[in-house]
């Protein structure tokens, strides 16, 4: 089992910068992919990113390419989402989540993915 915390969000301008990180605990933390996703008020939960459990591939929603970064370090436990020239559409709840089978297939669905931390709220502001 996975415990997932995350931390690094905030308020920011638009045009700013914050990064996110996602801290694991509780088993091998090189077995799992990680991804991200986002809630805003209203919405449904979407994707944002994922990272194979190597850290080799990575994918992104349409709307943040060129803008934000995931990465991990697997010696850390540890998986970040560099965001860059956040815009007020980026506000929400974002989260972290583990997948434990190391796949790669659906990694745009929830449903894939066994483990959630608590979410971390960001508010761009215009």
């Known amino acids: 089992q996975v415990q997932l915390v995350e931390s690094g969000g905030g308020l920011v301008q638009a045009g700013g910068s914050l990064r996110l990180s996602c801290a694991a605990s509780g088993d091998t933390f090189s077995r799992y992919a990680m991804g991200w996703f986002r809630q805003a008020p209203g919405k449904e939960r979407e994707f944002v990113s994922h990272i194979t459990w190597s850290g080799a591939g990575t994918h992104y929603i349409d709307s943040v390419k060129g803008r934000f970064t995931i990465s991990r370090d697997n010696a850390k436990n540890t998986v970040d989402l560099q965001m860059n020239s956040l815009k007020p559409e980026d506000t929400a709840v974002y989260y972290c989540?583990?997948?434990?089978?190391?796949?790669?297939?659906?990694?745009?669905?929830?449903?894939?993915?066994?483990?959630w931390g608590q979410g971390t709220q960001v508010t761009v502001s215009s």
């Open positions: 989540a583990a997948r434990r089978d190391m796949s790669s297939s659906y990694y745009y669905h929830g449903s894939v993915y066994n483990y």
